[in-house]
Nanobody, 127 residues
């Protein structure tokens, strides 16, 4: 079972930067990718970015259009950590950011087991 822990959230002024980390421990054998989601108050959870773990036949990253050019996702396999670099932050980036471990990434049966979510880290961007 994988255990994911996010960190790096906080309060920042608009235009500022934060780097979120998603540290994984435990069994990573079935984790093919890490997704970053965010949830703003009153809104549904939004997929922000993802990166594959390097163990699947695909190698890809993705950032949502809403953050393209401002956010970047990367990984350090030696540290079992995925990062979300967030620049030029806007008030609408405010929310709780979660990382999640994906099984079967790139297949039509990919899913995120209930236990593969981190606890979230809060990002608040003031105007």
């Amino acid at each position: 079972q994988v255990h994911l822990v996010e960190s790096g959230g906080g309060l920042v002024q608009a235009g500022g930067s934060l780097t979120l980390s998603c540290a994984a421990s435990g069994s990573m054998l079935n984790i093919d990718a890490i997704y970053w989601y965010r949830q703003a108050p009153g809104l549904t959870r939004e997929l922000v970015a993802y990166i594959d773990s390097g163990s699947s036949m695909y190698s890809s990253t993705y950032v949502a259009d809403s953050v393209k050019g401002r956010f970047a996702v990367s990984r350090d396999n030696a540290k079992n950590t995925v990062y979300l670099q967030m620049n030029s932050l806007k008030p609408e980036d405010t929310g709780v950011y979660y990382c999640a471990g994906v099984v079967g990434f790139g297949t039509n049966w990919e899913y995120i087991p209930d236990d593969n979510w981190g606890q979230g880290t809060r990002v608040t961007v003031s105007s």
